[in-house]
Each structure stands twice: as structure tokens, then as C-alpha cells.
């Protein structure tokens, strides 16, 4: 099938307003809405520019800088409620939540920053943190969820591409800060950080919503789908390497603001590129229905959750169900990997506890490298113009990282039936690495280890979550999806606030008592040396190791299903309704072929 542009007479050019309103309703556009928004809610992986700023306004020594740390890590990732929500609520109206928690943490915190309100208490401050960050677990099961039960057949792509956008919103962030602020205010990238996301959901509000298409229409633009994300890919690269060299060239010239202006215009210029791709997409879908409406029809799905779903399908359980039967009475009777798992028999599965290991100590340690970064960059001796480039680099690599367990993996495991988590493996293990590379410092080891750190951050994550949906079935996805978020911030806590933020002040006070000083109350506690890591990233490359052997243990309990084709079920649902469709067809060509030939009636 051709997939040039329609000419003007089959286009979309004597009904642009149909056309428009065509395209903004479709699948492509919904993803488009979705790239945007998720290239502007990274702002939990900017903690590491603006800490010191918080650290030296209001005196925090480092375990409690950490502690903030936690808190952020904490709010990103208990998504939880934002999965029940998502479950009996319209995506519109998660996304709205989100928009508005983002604001209001950001912006209570630039208020404590700026002395335009007494001075936060600490516990303000983590109340502050944890609401801002926890709207990203809000925009991640609104964006997320919805695509990937749009894309089935695609998952591991689309949370691949989507979670990549996420990788690089630092560094796009960062660039659109320098344009407005210059490097001298950090205090204005707090609210920045506020506004911008928010605003962006806003716009795209009522545009992400699931959206299927008619089993015909799906198997005739399935190979055309790989096609297109792949020039999302070509698109995102583009942009990656834009901003990793213009993030290396920032090291050591410093732009004018004219300059800096213009980077920034670049970086929106790519990313309104995928809108074009788009537009081309649905001016050939446009033609298609123009000309075969019954092959080409695109419908909205109901939200989950909507009164006129739930009474079907509680009338579906009361039939199966036998009266008298407890909700808990299935737990342990699991079906088979693949079909839809209910919460509590997911929640409960050996091998979502293997998924909690693995997520515990392999997050838990990346969140604390990337959390301390600075202050690693302090204490090995790196000027805060360079901090800042390791802080980019990690939200570049991090896109590449996500970009890789996205669109690797899916060919890897359609191709070859190279299972997700033997990648998820190999990806622990490169971590361990990293941190060794802290751990036993050299001139230049930051530089490799922020680079593998960002890596192996964006890669996890991706795939737990689509092991997960491949595992357990899309059936609670909203809600399974943010259970496998849930054992990052409490690693988190463990290693970075309990070991890595204690041994810090501890090598800092050593310090002190060397120069024959001691800590005054409220004194900003600094190391500087490379002994001021080298016991706690030894730890965390140990906790790295051991969610490495987890993740072997659910590649060898789950290589049997990985084998199998795991999206035979969706192929095959595709088939059914297809082959209904025709039947139902031929049926009404029947009768009104017999209706047509039969007699007229006598008077």
C-alpha cells in the first residue's frame, strides 16, 4: 500500500476543518500529546542541579539533603493511588491532578526558597518535595497506560519511547532555563520546573485517551505503525545528540543569552517534528477512509470505570462467580503467565516479588548516584560548571537507555525470543560497574560512570514495567504499573539516606576533627576526597549484585513463556473479529440478494 501524501482532490484540502478534527482524534496524535508532555515532567532528575541551592539556603547538612532526595523518589514512584484513580477515572482527570501537584510542590518550595514565606521546617519541605514529585506518577499512568493499551502489540516500544522523552525533559529543561535565566539563578529553575510541566499537560489535556481501531484497519497498518515509531526514533536520536553537544560545549563557553535563545528554539523545533510525521500519517489514513471507510474506522474506547462498563461486567461475574464465593478465594489460583492476573494474584506472585527485588536495590542505588552527583562532583574536585554537564549527561543517557530496553528489546524478543529479563540482567550488572568506577575514583571516571549511570537508569525501569504487562496481563495495568514503582523509593531510603548520606557526614566530620574544628549547629557539613564515597558505593555496587540475581532467577522461572509467542492472544483476537465482520457481511449480501430476487407481492 502507497503511503504518499493524497493528492488535493482525495486530501484533506476541501475539508481542513474535518481533517483537523479527524487527525486530533486519532491514535497518532494522542501520541504526539504524549511525547510532549512527557518531554516536560522530568523534574525529579533536576534535583541534582538545584540541592545546593537548598543546601545552602537553609543549611542542611547532607543526610538531610538526602532525605529531600528520598522524599522526591518517594513521591515519584508511590503511584499507587494514581493507578486506582486511573482504574474508575477518566485520563483527562488524572493528567488534571497531576498539572496541579506539580505546581503547587514546586512553587511552596521556590516561595521557602526566596523567603516570600517564613522558613519551610524540614518536614515542609519533604511535604513539598514528595506532592511535586508525585505528580509524575499521576502523568505516568495517564500517558502511559493509555498508549500502551493503544499499542499492545507495541509495548515495549512505546513505554521504550515515552519513558525516553521522560530521560531527556532535563536536559530540555535545562536548555530552556538557560535561554530564560542564564546559569546564575537556580532559584528561578524552581519555579520554572513548576509552571512549564503543568502547563504543557494542560494544553494536551482532553487529547490522551484510549483509542482503539477496528481489527481490519490494525492488521493493515501494522507493519506502517514500526515504521512510524521508528522515525519518532531517528527524531528523538536527533534531538539527543543535540543536546549532548551543545550540554558538552556549555562545559567550557559559556553562551550569550542570543545563543542560548537559539538552542533553545532548536530543541522546541525537534520536538514539533513528530507533529509533522503525524500529519503525514493521518493524510494517508484520511485518504483510506475516504475510500474504504469499512476497512479504516477509528473509534473511541470508554474509559475504564465509566457507569455504563461496570455493571456489565459485574453481571459477567455474578454469572461465573458462584454465590457465596470470597474475592480472596482465587488469589493462589494463578492463570497462566500472560492472561490477565487480578491485583492481589500479581501482587502476590513469586515473580512480582523477584520484580521488587530487582526494582529495591538496582533503582533504589541508581536514584542515590544520581541523587549525590553533585556532592560527588564536589568531592572529587570538579568545578560546578562540570557538575552541571554530569547532570546532563545522565538525563541524555538516560534517554538512551530507555530508548534501548524500548525498541531493542521488542526486536530482541519478537525476533530472536531473547527474553526482557535476561536484558534486565545484563543492564544490573553494567550498573555495578558504574559504581566501582566511584567508588575507586580516577581523573575522568565521573565522566564514564555518569554516562553508564544514566544508561543503566533509563533502561530498567522500561523493562520491569513491560515484563510486568507481558507477566500479568493489561487487564489492571494502571494499577500494576505503579506497584512496580513501589520498591524504588524505599531503596531509595536504604541506601541513600541510611548509608550513603550517613558515611558522608561521617567521612565530613572525620574532616573536621582532623583540622581541629568542630561542626557548629545548622554548618553546611562538605568532603572533599575520594574517600567520601568509596564505602558506600562499594555497598551499593554489592545491593546492585544481588537485584542482578534476582532478575537471573525470574529469567529462569519465566524463560519458558518468553519462548512462547507472547502476542499470539491479540493476533488472534484480531482474527476472530475480522473473520466475524466478513461472516456478518456475506450474511447481509445473502439476504439482500434473496430480498432482490424474490417476487414482488399480488394485490
Known amino acids: 500500500m502507497s503511503e504518499a501524501p493524497p493528492t488535493p482532490s482525495t486530501g484533506c484540502t476541501g475539508n481542513l476543518p474535518s481533517f483537523v478534527l479527524f487527525a486530533a482524534k486519532s491514535r497518532w496524535f494522542s501520541v504526539f500529546a504524549s511525547l510532549m508532555v512527557m518531554s516536560g515532567s522530568g523534574t525529579i532528575y533536576l534535583f541534582g542541579t538545584y540541592s545546593k541551592e537548598l543546601k545552602t539556603t537553609f543549611g542542611y547538612d547532607q543526610e538531610t ?17 494514581a493507578g486506582l484513580i486511573a482504574e474508575v477515572t477518566p485520563t483527562w ?10 505546581f503547587l510542590g514546586y512553587f511552596m518550595m521556590w516561595l521557602g526558597v526566596t523567603g516570600k514565606i517564613a522558613k519551610p521546617e524540614i518536614w ?25 493499551k493503544n499499542f499492545p502489540q507495541s509495548r515495549g516500544i512505546m513505554i521504550g519511547l515515552l519513558k525516553g522523552y521522560i530521560g531527556l525533559s532535563g536536559a530540555i529543561i535545562t536548555q530552556i532555563y538557560l535561554a530564560l535565566y542564564g546559569f546564575q539563578d537556580r532559584r528561578a529553575l524552581i519555579l520554572l520546573i513548576g509552571w512549564l510541566p503543568a502547563a504543557i499537560s494542560v494544553v494536551f489535556l482532553c487529547t490522551i485517551r484510549p483509542i482503539k481501531i477496528t481489527a481490519a484497519a490494525e492488521n493493515q497498518q501494522q507493519k506502517r505503525q514500526l515504521k512510524v515509531f521508528f522515525r519518532f526514533l531517528y527524531v528523538s536520536i536527533v534531538l539527543a545528540l543535540f543536546l549532548m553537544a551543545m550540554t558538552l560545549t556549555q562545559k567550557s563557553v559559556v553562551f550569550p543569552r542570543a545563543a542560548q535563545a537559539t538552542t533553545a528554539a532548536v530543541v522546541c523545533f525537534l520536538l ?45 461475574d455474578q454469572e461465573i462467580k458462584p454465590k457465596g464465593t470470597s474475592m480472596f478465594s482465587n488469589i493462589f489460583k494463578k492463570p497462566p503467565r500472560g492472561e490477565d492476573y487480578t491485583i492481589l494474584q500479581a501482587i502476590l506472585s513469586i515473580d512480582m516479588l523477584l520484580i521488587f527485588i530487582a526494582t529495591l536495590f538496582g533503582l533504589g542505588s541508581s536514584f542515590t548516584a544520581t541523587d549525590n552527583l553533585g556532592q560527588i562532583g564536589e568531592a572529587l574536585g570538579y568545578k560546578p560548571q562540570t557538575i552541571n554537564t554530569f547532570v546532563s549527561l545522565i538525563s541524555i543517557w538516560n534517554f538512551f537507555g530507555r530508548i534501548f530496553s524500548g525498541f531493542v528489546s521488542e526486536i530482541l524478543l519478537t525476533r530472536y525470543k531473547i527474553p526482557r529479563p535476561l536484558m534486565l540482567t545484563v543492564v544490573l550488572t553494567l550498573e555495578g560497574i558504574a559504581y566501582l568506577l566511584i567508588a575507586f575514583a580516577f581523573p575522568g571516571s565521573l565522566y564514564i560512570a555518569s554516562v553508564i549511570v544514566g544508561f543503566t537508569l533509563g533502561a530498567q525501569l522500561p523493562l520491569a514495567l513491560a515484563i510486568i504487562s507481558e507477566v500479568f496481563g493489561l487487564k489492571y495495568y494502571s494499577t500494576l504499573f505503579n506497584c512496580g514503582h513501589l520498591a524504588s523509593p524505599l531503596g531509595s531510603y536504604l541506601l541513600n539516606v541510611r548509608v550513603t548520606g550517613m558515611l558522608y557526614d561521617r567521612e565530613a566530620e572525620k574532616e573536621l576533627a582532623r583540622l581541629g574544628l568542630h561542626r557548629i549547629k545548622g554548618q553546611d557539613l562538605t568532603c572533599i576526597g575520594t574517600r567520601c564515597y568509596k ?9 546492585t549484585l544481588i537485584s542482578a540475581l534476582a532478575s537471573l532467577i525470574l529469567l529462569m522461572r519465566t524463560l519458558k513463556f518468553y519462548k512462547s509467542d507472547i502476542y499470539k492472544k491479540f493476533r488472534e483476537n484480531t482474527e476472530n473479529v475480522v473473520e466475524a465482520v466478513h461472516t456478518e457481511n456475506v450474511v447481509e449480501a445473502d439476504e439482500t440478494e434473496m430480498a432482490s430476487s424474490s417476487p414482488a407481492p399480488t394485490r
Not at 482527570?93 to 506539580?102: C, D, E, K, Q, Y
Not at 500519517?281 to 470508554?302: C, D, F
Request: proline share 4%; aromatic share 8%.
Open 65 to 81: 539533603l538526602n532525605l529531600l532526595g528520598f522524599f522526591k523518589d518517594l513521591g515519584a514512584n508511590i503511584g499507587i493511588f
Open 93 to 102: 482527570f488524572v493528567l488534571l491532578i497531576g498539572a496541579a501537584m506539580n
Open 124 to 148: 515542609h519541605m519533604c511535604v513539598y518535595m514528595y506532592i511535586a514529585a508525585n505528580s509524575l506518577s499521576f502523568v505516568n499512568t495517564g500517558v502511559m497506560v493509555t498508549c500502551v
Open 272 to 316: 514539533l517534528i513528530p507533529l509533522l510525521i503525524i500529519i503525514r500519517e493521518e493524510l494517508v489514513s484520511w485518504t483510506l477512509t475516504k475510500q474504504e471507510p469499512h476497512r479504516i474506522a477509528l473509534e473511541e474506547t470508554q474509559e475504564q470505570g465509566q457507569p455504563d462498563q461496570g455493571p456489565q461486567e459485574l453481571e459477567l
Open 535 to 543: 564505602l558506600s558505593f562499594t555497598v551499593l555496587t554489592a545491593t
